[in-house]
C-alpha cells in the first residue's frame, strides 16, 4: 500500500520511539538501521533472517512478509499481521494456499499467557462416505492424479472462518482493513520468479484444462516468464467483497454458491478429454461449516513447554511423542560423534511416533484419539525401549497401544503398524509477533502443489485438494474402518505442525513448516537442532534434513547424502535416499518459518535462505 513519504517518515519516527519501551532498555542509537533500511518502507530489502524490535514476519515470500509488516506498522497485532500475510500468500504463493482452502491457527496471547488454537481445516460434504472415491464403473479406486484434479476431493474452504475467528477475538483492525495490502498485490501484480515459474510448469498440462485457471496462470497461453508480473484482479475484487461483506458471502452466500458449483461440476474444457470426477459439495455444506477451537497439545521437553495443535492435525502429537522419546537421552552436538548419536536418535523417535500417529489419530469428533496417551511421559519410555544405540530397529516399527500403558511394563503394547498415505508437499507457513508480545504460528494449505488444479471462476482462486488427505481406499471386506477413513463432515488428518514454546510462561520460539507427511520432522528437526545441538536459530533451519516416517529408508536432502555424517549413520543400519524432487534441482525437504525471543525485547525472525527461493524475515524495527 503506497504512503506518501512524509507520512512514512513520520510514521517510521513513532515507531522508532517504541523501542526503548519495548526492549525494556535503551537502545543505542547506533544500533537502528538507517532509514533507508527500515523494513516497513517500500522498497525492503529480502532477507532471510532480521533481528529487532516492535514484532515483526516471517515468511516463504518478501511481498507477503512486507504485508504483514505494514499491518504491524499501523498498529495491528500479530493476529492482524498474520491475516494481512495469509492473504498475500493467497496471491503470490496461490499453488500453497489460498481462501479455498484451510489450515491450522496457534497463538500465544501475552496478556493471558495462555496459547490457543483455531482448527479451520477443510470438512468433508454431508455426501462423503467411505467408498466415496471408488469408481462405481470399475469399483476400485481411482487413481491417485485422478483423484487429485476432480471435485470429488474438494473440502469445505476454511481459511476465512479461520481469520475471522482470530481476529474477532485477538485483532484490532477488520478483516476488511486486513486484507488492503493483498488487494494491492493482487491489483497491481508481483513479479513472477524461478519458484512460482517452477510450480506453474509442474501443473501446466492440467491447468490447460481449465479455462478459467489457465487464463489466469498461464497468460497468453504461456508459462508466466521469470520477471514478469503477474496480476489477479478477479481476486482483488474477491477479497475487496469478502472484506465489505464479510465471510458469510463464502458461508451462506453467492460465493459459496460459485464455489460448491465449481466444485459439483467442475469446468473442464471439453476438449481436454481429461476425466474430472464431479464432486459432492453443496451450498449447505459451507453453511454448515464452523471451525473448531481446540485445546492445544502440550509437552515438557528440557525444562520448556511444547505447544502444538491437536488432532484431527497429528503434528502435535506425533512431535510431542517424539519429543517425550528423546528427553529420555542427553543429546549434543559438540561433536560429530554426539550429532550423529544424536541424529541416530532423532530418526528412531521419529518412526516410532510415526507408526502410533499413522495408527491412532483422525478427527476427534469420529475417532477416539487418545492423545493423553500418546503424549504421556511413561508412554515415551516404554516406546524408548526398542530403541538401540549401535544399530536401527526392525522396518516398520510395531504400533504401541496408548490405551494399555502398564506403569513399570519395559516395553509399550505392541499394536499391528498402519501404513502411510499420502499428503501433497505443498503448503505454507508463516510467523508473526507484535509489540505485545503475542506470537501466531500459522500453517495453511491448499494440499497439493496447485491444489485440485481448478479455479473458481472470476473468482481467481483454486480450490484445495484436500479430501485426498483421507485414507481414500476403504479397507478389506471385514476389517475396520482406518482412523482416517472418509465420512460426511470429518475434517482429513494432517501432518501440519505450527509450533510455540513457552519458557517460564513466555514465548522462546515459534515455528513451523510446509511439506505433506515431511513437516513433522522438518519441525522436530529444526528443534533438536536449536534446543539440543546448540545451533542458532538461522543455523537450525539451515542445516539439512532427514526425514524417517516408519519407512524402509530415510529420506534426505543433497547437503546430508554429501555430508560426513551419512557413513556413520549407515553403519548403524540407515538406509537413505534422496527426497523427491518436483522441478528444483535438489530435493528440498520443508520450508521452514521461525522466530525466536532473545531478551530485552529482541526478536530474530528466520525464513529459509535457499529453500523454495528463499524466504523473508523481517523485524518491524531492525537493529544491525
Request: net charge positive.
Amino acid at each position: 500500500m503506497t504512503t506518501p513519504r512524509t507520512a512514512r517518515s513520520r510514521r517510521g519516527l513513532a515507531v522508532l520511539a517504541l523501542v526503548p519501551v519495548l526492549a525494556g532498555v535503551v537502545s543505542p542509537v547506533s544500533a537502528i538501521a538507517a532509514p533507508d533500511e527500515r523494513v516497513g518502507w517500500p522498497g525492503a530489502a529480502k532477507r532471510a533472517t532480521s533481528t529487532g524490535y516492535g514484532g515483526g514476519v516471517a515468511t516463504v515470500d518478501h511481498d507477503a512478509t512486507k504485508a504483514g509488516i505494514e499491518v504491524l506498522a499501523r498498529g495491528g497485532t500479530a493476529v492482524d499481521a498474520a491475516v494481512a500475510a495469509a492473504a498475500a500468500l493467497g496471491v503470490t504463493e496461490a499453488y500453497s494456499a489460498g481462501i479455498g482452502g484451510g489450515g491450522f491457527f496457534v497463538y500465544y496471547d501475552a496478556k493471558s499467557k495462555q496459547v490457543h488454537t483455531i482448527d479451520g481445516r477443510e470438512t468433508a460434504p454431508a455426501a462423503m462416505r467411505p467408498d466415496s472415491f471408488v469408481d462405481p464403473k470399475t469399483g476400485k479406486v481411482l487413481p491417485f492424479d485422478q483423484a487429485v484434479t476432480s471435485g470429488l476431493s474438494v473440502g469445505v474452504p476454511g481459511t476465512p472462518a479461520t481469520w475471522e475467528s482470530a481476529l474477532r477475538k485477538w485483532g484490532r483492525f477488520d478483516l476488511r482493513r486486513n486484507l488492503r495490502p493483498a488487494v494491492e498485490i493482487a491489483r497491481k501484480g508481483f513479479v513472477v520468479d524461478e519458484e512460482f515459474r517452477g510450480q506453474t510448469a509442474l501443473n501446466e498440462k492440467r491447468f490447460r484444462d481449465f479455462p478459467a485457471t489457465a487464463e489466469l496462470y498461464l497468460p497468453g497461453g504461456k508459462l508466466p516468464e521469470v520477471g514478469a508480473v503477474l496480476r489477479n484482479p478477479d481476486l482483488a475484487d474477491t477479497y475487496e467483497q469478502l472484506g465489505r461483506k464479510g465471510v458469510d458471502w463464502l458461508y451462506k452466500g453467492e460465493l459459496g454458491r460459485d464455489v460448491a458449483r465449481t466444485a459439483e461440476k467442475p469446468p473442464v474444457d471439453p476438449a481436454a478429454g481429461r476425466t474430472v470426477p464431479a464432486g459432492l459439495m453443496k451450498p449447505a455444506d459451507l453453511a454448515a461449516y464452523r471451525v473448531a477451537e481446540r485445546k492445544p497439545t502440550k509437552i515438557g521437553y528440557r525444562g520448556l513447554d511444547v505447544y502444538g495443535m491437536a488432532p484431527p492435525s497429528s503434528g502435535g502429537t506425533t512431535m510431542g511423542e517424539a519429543l517425550n522419546i528423546l528427553e529420555n537421552y542427553r543429546l549434543s552436538g559438540k561433536t560429530p560423534k554426539d550429532e550423529t548419536e544424536a541424529l541416530h536418535l532423532y530418526l528412531e523417535a521419529s518412526r516410532l511416533a510415526y507408526a502410533d500417529r499413522n495408527k491412532w489419530v483422525g478427527d476427534p469428533s469420529f475417532v477416539d484419539v487418545p492423545v493423553a496417551g500418546l503424549l504421556s511421559d511413561e508412554f515415551a519410555k516404554q516406546r524408548a525401549c526398542t530403541i538401540k544405540p549401535d544399530r536401527t530397529m526392525g522396518h516398520p516399527a510395531i504400533a504401541g497401544d496408548p490405551t494399555k500403558i502398564v506403569p513399570g511394563q519395559p516395553c509399550a503394547t505392541p499394536m499391528p503398524a498402519a501404513p502411510m498415505t499420502y499428503e501433497g508437499p505443498s503448503t505454507t507457513h508463516l510467523v508473526t509477533a507484535d509489540r505485545w508480545g503475542n506470537v501466531v504460528s500459522y500453517t495453511l494449505t491448499i494440499e497439493q502443489t496447485g491444489g485440485s488444479g481448478i479455479t473458481v471462476p472470476k473468482r481467481g482462486f483454486l480450490l484445495n485438494n484436500e479430501l485426498t488427505d483421507f485414507d481414500i481406499a476403504p479397507p478389506a471386506a471385514g476389517a475396520p474402518l482406518p482412523a482416517n477413513a472418509p465420512a460426511a463432515g470429518k475434517r482429513p488428518r494432517s501432518s501440519m505442525s505450527p509450533t510455540i514454546v513457552l519458557s517460564n510462561g513466555k514465548p522462546l520460539l515459534a515455528v513451523g513448516s510446509p511439506g505433506g507427511s515431511t513437516i513433522i520432522t522438518t519441525v522436530l528437526q529444526t528443534l533438536v537442532n536449536r534446543l539440543d545441538l546448540g545451533k542458532s536459530l538461522p543455523e537450525a533451519v539451515l542445516a539439512p534434513r532427514i526425514s524417517q516416517r516408519n519407512a524402509a529408508k530415510t529420506e534426505a536432502e543433497r547437503g546430508f547424502m554429501d555430508g560426513p555424517l551419512r557413513s556413520v549413520l549407515e553403519r548403524k543400519g540407515h538406509e537413505f535416499t534422496l527426497a523427491p524432487s518436483t522441478f528444483a534441482p535438489n530435493p528440498e525437504i520443508g520450508t521452514v518459518a521461525a522466530l525466536e525471543f532473545l531478551g530485552n525485547g529482541r526478536i530474530q525472525f528466520a525464513a529459509e535462505p535457499n529453500r523454495r527461493g528463499g524466504g523473508s524475515a523481517l523485524a518491524l524495527i531492525p537493529v544491525r
